[in-house]
């Protein structure tokens, strides 16, 4: 079962870290065991109203589900609950954040650099868009349209322009479209997608890069989901080897731990190249940094109070599964990836279905449409077939894409805003590919009952 491991793992653990206490004259919590048993109980009925997404038949949304040594990490770290808001708060979990964000950082390519954890992917994203408005005060921000939509809200809420940028039929930035606002000469920082939340598109880095050194302007990389799959270069097409090779050569990267990384809720990463943006952080609080002169975590943060047991979970996490291409970590993302390509090549052969006109999917995202007589027609099917499939235990996603991402004739940017409602998938988990059979006879007995053959 997949809940078992972790408390058979943890009890040893937990034993341990008590032993190195025990100079403390005794102190016993004072705890209702029955009552918390009986709460716990009714905890654990309320929990089951969920999709199930520890199992693989959840292939809709990206979730995936935390190691059991992130969980175990995490439950043994709550025997402490440090905040790794200072070394006041938690001296080990800040070095472990230290040490778990410098290997972060060399996946990247980055050895110099300033960074840190973070509750999630939209504030680390909210600060690397505040540097870059601090470094360019009121200069325009610009994503693709297939950015993730809090690029528009956090640059709102640091009132700097926000404008978005149309996306090719692969849901890619169009550059010719970048390029038309690059020479307006007010673009502060372009944010570049490597993996879009909707189908797993990667901008073309490398000429955006190129058009960086023609017309100047910071470049943030938001790869909160894509970020990890710059250890698979090989399993990927040329376009997104060539994006995330080149990511070292952006200004700010953010990567979600708790996306991709098998942690728990509560970890997204920012990382700057350039360390001396840590003076923008600069603040000087009367009660939070006493008993250290060394680099407090607080004092290049936005946020103040941080889960240190988000630290300890991924540091290790890393222990087990380090992040090196052609480890056990790298390999879990391939079979996710190789359970993408054979999910897309399957929908390909089989005419009910239409994936994206311009090929294979570029990370382990799959989206398709039902073949139908009109776009109204082909999302009431979508619907229906996504209905059916939770009723097999198959649990698929829905996604609204424009209508050009089917059509196989280039289409100039400006261009229609009709969309279609799709079914999408992420094969995220590792185990997706030995299941892809069961997904698909699931998949095809859904369709088959919703349309028919
Ligand atoms: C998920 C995601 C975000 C937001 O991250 P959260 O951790 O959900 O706040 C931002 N950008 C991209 C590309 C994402 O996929």
Sequence with gaps: MPFDPVPGLLAPATELLEQQFVSLPTHHPIIDSPAIAQVLAATAHRLADNYPYFHPLYAGQMLKPPHPVARAAYALAMSINPNNHARDGGRASSEMEIEAVREIAA???????????????????????????????????????????????????????????????????????????????????????????????????????????????????????????????????EPARLAFTAINQADSIVVDPHKHGLQPYGCGCVLFRDPAVGRFYKHSSPYTYFTSKQLHLGEISIECSRAGAAAVALWATHQLLPLVPGGDFAHGLAQGRAAALELDRRLRADNRFQPLAAGAPELDIVVWKLNASTPQRASELAQKIFQAAAARDLHLALVELPLICFQHEPVPSGHDPATVTCLRSVLMKPEHKAWLGRIWDRLTAATAETMGG
Aim: aromatic share 8%; proline share 5%; with cysteine.
């Design 107 to 237: 996946m990247f390519g980055w050895d110099q650099f300033l960074g840190h954890l973070t509750s999630s992917g939209t504030i680390a994203n909210l600060e690397a868009l505040w540097v870059s408005g601090q470094l360019a005060p009121g200069k325009r921000i610009v994503a693709s349209v297939q950015a993730h939509y809090t690029h528009n809200r956090i640059s709102a809420v640091l009132q700097l322009p926000y404008s978005s940028i149309p996306a090719d039929n692969r849901g890619r930035m169009c550059l010719d479209a970048l390029e038309a606002e690059l020479r307006k000469g007010d673009v502060g920082t372009v944010v570049v997608t490597l993996g879009t939340t909707a189908i797993g598109a990667v901008d073309p880095l490398p000429e955006i890069l190129a058009l960086r050194s023609r017309f100047g302007f910071r470049i943030h990389v938001d790869s909160a989901y894509g970020g990890y799959f710059c250890l698979i270069p090989d399993a990927l097409d």
